[in-house]
């Protein structure tokens, strides 16, 4: 049973920076997508950012440049390094693995992300 748990989140004035990390449990095979989404209240989730098992990644135009995703192998873990944040950034972010090998989705339970004006 694949596990993710986030931390990291917080409360953050505007211009300030956030980690949030994902620590992943359980087995999940190399060929594996990374990712971070965001859902803001009254919106619809959207991915903000993905790592490939190749090192390869992505990101939604309204953070790039801002934001940059990286894993840990060793520590099983994911993180978002969220920098020059804005209030529009306010939403409860959530870390995915898409295990390719298994075609199974995994979540993990969010966590708030506050930035003030």
């Known amino acids: 049973q694949v596990q993710l748990v986030e931390s990291g989140g917080g409360l953050v004035q505007a211009g300030g920076s956030l980690r949030l990390s994902c620590a992943a449990s359980?087995?999940?095979?190399?060929?594996?997508?990374l990712g971070w989404s965001r859902q803001a209240p009254g919106k619809q989730r959207e991915t903000v950012a993905t790592?490939?098992?190749?090192?390869?990644?992505n990101y939604a135009d309204s953070v790039k440049g801002r934001f940059t995703i990286s894993r840990d192998n060793a520590q099983n873990t994911v993180y978002l390094q969220m920098n020059s944040l804005k209030p529009e950034d306010t939403a409860i972010y959530y870390c995915?693995?898409?295990?390719?090998?298994?075609?199974?989705?995994?979540w993990g339970q969010g966590t708030q992300v506050t930035v003030s004006s």
């Open positions: 995915n693995v898409q295990d390719l090998n298994k075609r199974i989705n995994y």
């Open positions: 790592l490939t098992s190749g090192a390869r990644t």
């Open positions: 359980g087995s999940i095979s190399s060929n594996n997508l």
